[in-house]
């Protein structure tokens, strides 16, 4: 690597009227982008923006942030936050864009990538990209509900089509999207396949608006590669902001993890989910977190078995103890069959 990736990430950014003083953002993710995660990356710092978890458009206008596991947040955290949110008709997208802009987030960003087929099913996610007029619909609906940053997050479509990928890019800047966030695979696809950057630079290519490019970035020298064969203007991370949440600081900011980042990061982890929800969930979160976390082991599938078996927060603990007990060794790029 002859230049450091922070030379592309640490330059501001317009989107909109607003402006983020660096190039990398966490990923709209379904199950893990809830407070606690973000609360821990906060930590560490290095972000341009965050992304809540996936809600329920439906919900959200009448939604409680003290009892709802997703639509909840630290006041802190508005001013670089955006709430992700899925829904199939423009009417309860936009009321739900109107309530988001009410609470102060930065901004909402759509989900038209999940490809679960629980979402799909329901018509949302995924399952709008067979639908261009009524996704545009939608996106026009919400620029014209609410003044702050409207994101979109999308995939390849349904299959392998350049022409279909820039039509799409197009049609969501022209309803009034502010930033694509671009995951270059087909929706059957569930990561069984490398995803094709070069759909990312066509997309870039289609638009004026800010384009951030997703899929398959482990090390910096992925970063690095990214910006210069798809030209995007930024970053999205997921998973690896699951397993390494300083990422965003060793890239960004040039954070040096030392030898304990490992166990310190997932002791704090544990803390921080039991100061936002109940023992019972927060085992449960950890537990969504652990693939993740173990992936970055050489042999993260015995680590699994043992954090997956606890029953409390405590138990987590003591497993925690016991795993670090034997000094693991770690691996450079994680082993991605435990990335779920």
């Given at each position: 690597m002859d230049e450091p990736l922070s030379r592309y990430l640490v330059k501001n950014l317009a989107i909109k009227d607003r402006v983020i003083q660096n190039r990398i953002i966490l990923a709209p993710m379904a199950g893990l982008g809830h407070i606690a995660l973000r609360h821990l990356i906060s930590e560490f710092g290095g972000f341009g923006l965050l992304f809540t978890g996936m809600c329920n458009a439906k919900a959200i206008p009448n939604e409680n942030p003290k009892t709802s596991s997703v639509f909840k947040w630290r006041k802190e955290e508005l001013g670089y936050l955006v709430c992700q949110i899925f829904g199939s008709d423009p009417e309860s997208m936009a009321a739900a864009a109107v309530r988001i802009e009410q609470e102060g987030f930065f901004g909402v960003d759509l989900n038209f990538g999940c490809s679960v087929a629980a979402i799909c099913k329901k018509g949302c996610g995924a399952a709008l990209?067979?639908?261009?007029?009524?996704?545009?619909?939608?996106?026009?609906?919400?620029?014209?509900?609410?003044?702050?940053?409207?994101?979109?997050?999308?995939?390849?479509?349904?299959?392998?089509?350049?022409?279909?990928?820039?039509?799409?890019?197009?049609r969501f800047e022209e309803a009034g999207a502010d930033a694509l966030t671009f995951h270059p695979r087909v929706a059957p696809d569930r990561r069984t396949r490398p995803p094709q950057w070069d759909m990312i630079r066509i997309v870039q290519e289609a638009v004026a608006i800010p384009v951030f490019g997703n899929g398959n970035l482990f090390e910096e020298k992925d970063g690095i590669q990214m910006f210069r064969q798809t030209s995007c203007q930024g970053l999205s991370i997921g998973r690896m902001a699951v397993a390494r949440p300083w990422l965003f600081a060793q890239w960004a900011n040039k954070f040096m993890p030392g030898n304990d980042i490992y166990y310190k990061t997932a002791l704090r982890f544990s803390e921080?989910?039991?100061?936002?929800?109940?023992?019972?969930?927060?085992?449960?979160?950890?537990?969504?977190?652990?693939?993740?976390?173990?992936?970055?082991?050489?042999f993260g599938h015995q680590f699994l078995k043992k954090l997956v078996c606890a029953e409390t927060m405590t138990d987590i603990r003591n497993n925690l103890i016991s795993i670090f007990e034997s000094n693991p060794e770690t691996l450079p790029r994680p082993n991605i069959n435990l990335f779920l």
């Open positions: 990209l067979k639908n261009p007029d009524l996704s545009s619909r939608i996106v026009k609906s919400v620029r014209n509900a609410v003044s702050i940053p409207v994101f979109v997050k999308f995939r390849t479509g349904w299959k392998n089509d350049p022409l279909f990928v820039a039509d799409m890019a197009g921080i989910l039991s100061d936002h929800f109940d023992d019972l969930f927060s085992v449960r979160l950890f537990k969504k977190y652990a693939p993740y976390f173990c992936a970055n082991f050489k």
